[in-house]
């Protein structure tokens, strides 16, 4: 189970090892609820309903539920249809 520390301000609320999964390479990088939950700036309540709707998970016994982060990642792209918007670099 990954934990970690919020940091309040204008810089990423979310840490370093959860911004970019590394799953391309091999080295996955699995999470539970509140972790998604953080990646994606949802409540737990809503990863939920994203199950519901088919977040890809790994169920691990009858309770705990694992994610490969990456996965998620891909999948709120492709179901939400997000792209990036404006110049990069631009502030």
């Not at 309903?49 to 990456?70: Q, V």
């Not at 939400?80 to 631009?90: C, E, H, L, Y």
Request: proline share 5%; aromatic share 6%; net charge positive.
């Amino acid at each position: 189970m990954v934990r970690y520390q919020i940091n309040i301000g204008p810089v990423s609320r979310m840490p370093s090892h959860l911004q970019k999964p590394e799953s391309p390479t091999g080295n996955f990088k699995f999470g539970d609820k509140q972790d998604v939950a953080a990646m994606l700036g949802l409540c737990r309540r809503s990863v939920d309903n994203l199950l519901e709707r088919g977040l890809p998970h790994l169920k691990l016994g009858r309770r705990r539920i694992r994610f490969d982060l990456e996965e998620v990642r891909l999948w709120a792209k492709r179901e939400f249809g997000t792209a990036r918007t404006g110049k990069v670099g631009v502030q």
